[in-house]
């Protein structure tokens, strides 16, 4: 039997509910670059029958930069990193609420508010709640909150306020963690994510690919994903940034970032799939290919490194023949 037409019988077997295996995991991570088209159709089927051809964009805006007590080796705003870049307390509801225009035109599905920070205290948590309250009064968008490590009072007021979604990436395998960071624990992330859960909140959470990881940390952290029953999953891939422990980090190829996206589709079907930060720097050309397994996309740049403007990204994605999806009031 040839490749391709392994990859379509996994697809449809994936589309009659059957879970992807560790073993059949691991083979999609190491098909041959030959057969990579036969592999994205496959991907593609799965996507088309949850998703249509509609692609959901997500704005970010980085609402408190740098200066993270958190030790996170891949991140520029943690504690154990010396990069040079705009460091700023937290920004202020009417600041929030003025960004979120941005995103609205941008023709965003989704604002996310992210802040550089272990956990929130007591006034960050007033201020997105007031923001939250005024951008839904306004724009027709989901918001979702990455906040770091969450309370249950805490989620219960984030929902309460009208946010959506709450981010907190497991990044990694739980046997790598250890590795990219050391101030807070695997465990600690996952009971984050349940806290969100059990208040209500989607949740969503991702990881980053390129740090150094196995195979086996791949699949592994897709399966943990798919066992949380996470609503949304970004995948990045790594933008080693100077000044960082991972800033010489990186093997990605385009081909081995789309066999991920693909894995991560098959093993999460009918889950939001987001290729994330990273994308332009380890995809390059073959960005569009990427929205054949993903159904999202970050458009106008990350926390603190550039991306796609708005409108780049809008004409990638009507090029597909692909259509942008939009909140309806």
Not at 71 to 98: G, W
Not at 154 to 169: C, I, M, P, T, Y
Not at 282 to 309: D, E, K, M, V
Request: charge should be negative; charged fraction near 25%; aromatic fraction near 6%.
């Amino acid at each position: 039997m040839k490749v391709v037409a392994q990859w379509g019988d996994l697809a449809d077997g994936v589309l009659v509910g059957r879970r992807v295996s560790r073993e059949q995991a691991l083979d999609i991570l190491t098909t041959p670059d030959s057969e990579l088209l036969g592999l994205l159709q496959a991907a593609f089927d799965v996507r088309r029958r949850f998703f249509g051809t509609r692609v959901r964009i997500h704005v970010l805006v980085n609402a408190r930069s740098g200066n993270c007590s958190e030790d996170c080796h891949f991140c520029s705003q943690s504690a154990s990193s010396n990069t040079e870049i705009d460091r700023y307390p937290m920004m202020s509801a009417d600041a929030l609420v003025d960004d979120a225009r941005r995103a609205h035109e941008a023709r965003a599905w989704k604002y996310c508010i992210v802040t550089a920070m272990r956990a929130p205290d007591v006034r960050v948590i007033e201020t997105i709640c007031d923001a939250v309250r005024r951008i839904r009064q306004r724009y027709p968008m989901m918001i979702c909150c990455s906040l770091g490590l969450l309370t249950p009072s805490q989620a219960g007021s984030l929902k309460e306020a009208g946010v959506d979604r709450f981010n907190h990436n497991l990044e990694t395998s739980e046997r790598f963690f250890p590795r990219i960071c050391t101030t807070h624990t695997y465990a600690d992330r996952v009971r984050t994510l349940r806290t969100a859960k059990e208040a209500g909140l989607s949740i969503c959470s991702g990881g980053i690919l390129g740090m150094g990881e196995t195979d086996d940390d791949i699949v592994d952290l897709a399966m943990s994903l798919r066992d949380l029953d996470a609503d949304s999953i970004p995948v990045n891939l790594l933008n080693p940034v100077p000044g960082t422990p991972l800033d010489s980090q990186n093997a990605l190829t385009p081909q081995r970032c789309l066999k991920a996206l693909a894995l991560f589709r098959f093993v999460n079907p009918d889950k939001d799939i987001r290729v994330a930060g990273g994308r332009e720097v380890n995809l390059r050309h073959l960005q569009p290919l990427s929205l054949y397994a993903a159904n999202s996309i970050f458009a106008g740049g990350y926390l603190t490194t550039g991306g796609l403007p708005a409108s780049d990204v809008h004409r990638m994605i009507e090029d597909l023949g692909f259509e942008i999806e939009e909140v309806r009031e």
